[in-house]
């Protein structure tokens, strides 16, 4: 949460799959600057292709007895017992049906090979690096 005094905008993290692995020194900035990222053009302008899933994410941010959390279409994210990608992995109908993965995971079934259309829509007036997209 960037809106918060305590924000730390400079952090490095690490997505760790084996964790005695090393990982690489945090290379710090000592200067940031605002940049609009919907002012970027394409080189050469493509017409969208058509979509076979269209999957809405609305985004929003609170604080509950000091805690951040992040909120995803009215939802707080809680991991499943089985990490889902171990779940995805497996055969048979329960690997593609959402329940399989819990009710706090906020999960997505897709067909392999999907063309998605991703719409974020961020609800939060705070400071983050999120842009509302609509």
Wanted: with cysteine; proline share 10%; glycine share 4%.
């Amino acid at each position: 949460m960037f809106d918060s005094p305590s924000a730390r905008p400079n952090v490095t993290s690490w997505l760790i799959y084996n964790p005695s692995a090393p990982k690489p020194e945090a290379e710090l900035l000592s200067s940031f600057y605002d940049f609009d990222d919907t002012d970027l053009v394409p080189l050469q302008a493509e017409p969208p292709v058509p979509y076979d899933a269209l999957v809405t994410a609305v985004v929003n941010f609170t604080s509950i007895d000091g805690i951040n959390y992040a909120i995803v279409n009215n939802q707080t994210y809680e991991a499943p017992t089985v990490p889902a990608m171990f779940t995805a992995l497996t055969t048979g109908e329960d690997s593609t049906s959402p329940w399989v993965y819990g009710n706090t995971t906020n999960s997505f079934i897709l067909n392999h090979l999907d063309m998605v259309w991703l719409v974020i829509n961020n609800d939060d007036d705070g400071g983050h690096p999120c842009t509302t997209l609509i």
